[in-house]
Structures are given as structure tokens and as C-alpha cells.
């Protein structure tokens, strides 16, 4: 997917309107449609000049390509006077479109060009028509981003020397890396890190150490689509993760050790947050994992001397500097340019744009639901400490009371639509409905007859005519489920509200023994409407159906599909047996809040959002 689409803001959300603004007394005029009510984008004054090819020097020599794009005299096609902030963003992308961009005239930021900005689009390190071996974002990228943000603010012509960062997925992964090392009272003032989850080995490549098919791609595929060099990277560290040696331990990048801690956001969010630049993250509910929900948090956490690994609990202070969208699209879908111009002009121009800097709810989610469209304000993440416990009992209930009388279920290892491999619990049902508002858990005690498991858990939304309509998910393997309880949070009753496993290596279980995992679901901001019931379904593995193998079939929400091959081996011919009730107390906790609690604020399509509902009221 190209930067152009990203920007084009085309997603997949729902439209929606959410209630009107007030008008102010002295001023009857509707409220425009953007955040603030009283901005609008200015008119384009400017044309755009390309300037191609630029070659950027690197401290290590290695010279990296520029496309500068220029604010321009309309009337005469040069260069327009004066000195203009510069958006800088680090693409992959042009490897198969590189003649196509170093010869076009147009890019991808000419809706900032027209209104302000020069606009630098940098191939990263290794990739298109840069020099150098790529790395993934690796420490070597990120050194590259420090030095592009001193080049654009002090060597660029034109320049004014305040820059912002911007782009969406890998070119948003890029922002935070680069802020990472820049320190406080860097030239970067304002960045949109949009598309982007906080713990990539968690959230996109892997799903508590299960392998997904965009670790696949990333490690065999990358080469079609990032160049030679990202591929010879890769290969070798995507390999690793699917042998074992002679203990039956992986590689290193099948655990979350340091390949991954170096691309970790949140392992790096007191580095971002002491720059103090302004954060507008910008995801979809279709992301993969926990999205950037535990980024925000992070980010919040550690600007106000927290612990980036905490919950951000209702009441905590939070700053309005670090601000979430979160809406009902796909991977890249939601974005406006209107709404990013916005976020630009207030903190690089010092405009007065009437989008709030001091918002004690900054964080913008649209709620989900068979019929819920509305967005809300929040500023905790999960949105309560109070968890509500539901009991798996052995006749396939999900109640309020711990069950006495022990049972069990057994489950053998296959596809979802093999008889035997799944089975369900269903509430009753929940007569004024409730909101789940946040991150789940299951506390489950089972045993395998061999020395593995694997265990998916799938929560739905009953509706009373039967229709099941999936609400979030988690999954974890039995070898990979030590905790670590420095990181995992509950509430304040003791139930488990985000269990952090460790991942650091392969703890095979004993055959029969009875063990208790804990799986994390993803968060998710959910209306049950009144008479609708939950049903937790659990499974062995994941439908290899959603399993998809070639890159352009990914589905992203798609994890926990691909064990490697020991693990494979291990799980095959599996019966599981689920213990609950009695000894056994096994558990769904669940952030439930009464339904439609938190008021909705004023939402609707702009003209630069693509069709897509907004929130305008922050």
C-alpha cells in the first residue's frame, strides 16, 4: 500500500454522526467540521516544485536519496520566498516504483506543500535508490532519522528549521525511532506516528510467541517489496525464529529478546517522551494485537514519571501533548490530511486552530457494536480497575458466581471445524446491557496428553436471535506461558486485566499436568445492547482459512497461525483437558461498564476524511 493511499484517509470505518457541538452564545454559526469547531483549512496557495534525487549524507558516509517538495509561485513555478517548516517522512516503499518517483513532479505530501510546508520524502537506508545495507528498523535507521531531522532543519534551503514527522505504518514506526534519539529541544515540534501498535512483537509479527503471516512476509517476502537488501536482512533472522537447536530452543528472534526490544515502542517510550514532541497517534480497532492503546498509555505513563509498563488508571494525571484516534477501519484506513494539517499548524505554526492542548480526555475511540457508531473521550487505559469476573462452568455456562462443583471439557487439537476442537460458554443474558472498555483475561487451568498446547479464545456478542458477531480475541502456546508479573496488571480486586508473558524461551509442560495459563484478550470498546448475552468460544488453533499465506491475502486481525515446525509437531494428535469449577476456579474478567456510560461527543465526515466519521470534539 502506497504512502499516497495512506494519506488519502480512504478506510473501512462506519459513517457516523455523534451529537451536535453548542454554539457559543455570541456566535450563532454552525461549528465547522473539524476538531475545535472554528478551523478550517486554508485554501492551497502555493504550487508544488520537485526537487529530485537529493542525496543526503549519513555519519557514516553512506548517502541516503531525498525528494524535496517545495512550496512554489503559482504564477511562475519557482520556488515561492521565504522560509517554511519542513514534514519529513522515511519511506521503504519506492523499491518498485523508483523511477516513477524520481521522475515525478508530484508526491505524496502536496497537500501540505500547497498550504505551507516543504515536504521530504527519504528513502530509508538500503531501500529504492538509497545507499547502504537495509535493517528493519534497526539502531542504524534510527541514527539515519536523526541525521535526516538535522539536514532538513539546518542544511535544507528553504527551511525554517521547525519539522514535523509524518506517514502512516512503517513510515510511522520511523517517527518514533527517530524520536527516540533525539532528546529534548530537538528541531521536531509535532509528529503523526499513524498506523502503528506499540510492541511490534506482540502486535503485528507474533502472537505471544505464535508466528503470524505478516512474520512470514516480513521474513521471506520482503525483498519484492522493500529490495535486496531488507531480504538478505531478514531471511536469516525469520529462519532463526523456525529452527531449533539440539535443546529444542529457537532462534533468538523467536522470543522477545533484542531484535525485538530494538523495535519495541514501548520499551523506548521514556527516550520519545523526553523530547516532549507532540504525538498524534492515528489507528483502526481492525489492527492486529493491542494497537496503540498501550502506546498511548506508555507515552503518558512516562512523561509523567510513570512506569511505561503500567496501566494508566482512571483519575492518573495525563497530558494533552499525546493524543489517540481510534476508529472502526482496517490497517491505513481513517486518515484525513484536513485533521493533520490541523495537528501541524498548531504546534509548528503556533496557530490558533481551536484544536485543544490541554484536553484531559485525549484519547478519541469510536465505540463498536452490532449498532453502535458513537465516539467517545477517555484518559485511562483500561478505562476501569474494577474488573467483573464471569466462571466457566462444565455444562458451557459463563456466570457471576465461582462454580462449586468441579467439571471439565476436552478439546482435541484441530481446525475449528473439526467436532471436538472447540467449545463454548455462554452468559445469560445481560438485561441493561454493559460497555466492555478495555482488555480482557481468561485464567484457565488445563492439561495436554503431550508436552504442548495451544489455545485460542475468541469473546462474542450474542444477539437474541442467535446472531454471534465476534468482539476481540487472544491466544497463547502452553511452552510460552510464564508470566512476567512485574508487567502484568489486575485490578484491584486481584483479577487478571492484562497478563504480560514473558516469551523469553520454550517451557515444555509435563504430560497431564494440570497448569494454569493466563491469555490475554485484545481491548476493545464494545456496546452489548440490553438482552444480548457474551459467549467465550475456546479453540485449539486458529482457522487456517484466515491463514493465508501470500502477501497480498494477509488479513491482518489474523494471528496466532503458524507454530514452527517443532511446535507443529509437538501439538499434533493433542487432547486438552479444560479444568472448571471447584479447585479450579477458571475465569473471564471483563472491564465492564453500564451501557452507553460515557457521553458521545460531536463526530461526522469532513471534507478531507474520505467519507469516514471523525471525532471533532477533543
Known sequence: MSFRRWMAGVGAGALALGLPAATHAADAKAPTPYPGGTWRPPAPSYGVLAVKNVSVPMDDGVDLVADVYYPADPGTGQRAAGRFPVLLTQTPYTNSTGLATSTSSTGPGDYFVERGYIFVSVDVRGTGRSGGNGGFFSPRDARDGVDLVDWVAHRLAGSNGVVGLTGCSYLGQTQLYTAALLGPRSPVKAMVPACVSGD????????????????????????????????????????????????????????????????????QARAVAATGIPALMWDGWVEPGF??????????????????????LPGQPVTARYQLIVGNWTHGGG?????????????????????????????????????????????????????????????????????????????????????????????????????????AALRIWASSDNTELELMADLYDLAPDGTATAITHGGILGSLHDLDRSRSWTDAAGLPVRPFLSLQRDTYVPTGAVTEYEVPLYPKVWE????????????????????????????????????????LGRLAGGTYTLEAGGRYPTVLSLPLLPYESLPVVRSGVTPTSGGVALPLQW
Open 528 to 567: 452489548l445492547a440490553p438482552g444480548h448475552r457474551l459467549q467465550l468460544r475456546l479453540s485449539t488453533q486458529a482457522d487456517e482459512r484466515a491463514c493465508m499465506t501470500a502477501m497480498e491475502k494477509i488479513v491482518w486481525p489474523v494471528l496466532g497461525c503458524k507454530p514452527r515446525p517443532s511446535i
Open 335 to 439: 486518515l484525513d490530511n484536513g485533521i493533520m494539517l490541523e495537528w501541524y499548524d498548531t504546534w509548528l505554526k503556533g496557530a490558533r486552530t481551536g484544536m485543544s492542548t490541554g484536553t484531559r480526555t485525549p484519547v478519541h475511540l469510536q465505540e463498536l457494536g452490532t449498532a453502535s457508531t458513537r465516539w467517545v473521550n477517555v484518559a485511562s487505559y483500561p478505562l476501569t480497575n474494577r474488573y467483573r469476573p464471569y466462571y466457566l462452568g462444565a455444562d458451557g455456562t459463563l456466570g457471576s458466581a465461582p462454580v462449586s462443583s468441579a467439571g471439565s471439557e476436552t478439546l482435541v487439537w484441530a481446525q475449528p471445524t473439526v467436532a471436538g476442537s472447540t467449545t463454548s460458554f455462554t452468559s445469560g443474558p445481560l438485561t441493561r446491557g454493559a460497555m466492555l472498555a478495555g482488555p
Open 200 to 267: 511490534v512483537y506482540r502486535d503485528t509479527y507474533l502472537e505471544n510467541g505464535i508466528p503470524s503471516p505478516a512474520w512470514d512476509g516480513a521474513g521471506l517476502a520482503a525483498g519484492a517489496l522493500l529490495g535486496p537488501t531488507i531480504e538478505a536482512y531478514m531471511v536469516p533472522q525469520y529462519l532463526a525464529s523456525q529452527v531449533d537447536d539440539a535443546s529444542g530452543q529457537a532462534g533468538d528472534t523467536a522470543y522477545d529478546r533484542t531484535f525485538w526490544l530494538e523495535r519495541d515502542h514501548i520499551a
Open 291 to 312: 494497537g496503540a492503546q498501550e502506546l498511548w498509555a506508555a507515552l503518558e505513563n512516562a512523561a509523567m514519571g510513570r512506569s511505561p509498563y503500567a496501566p494508566l
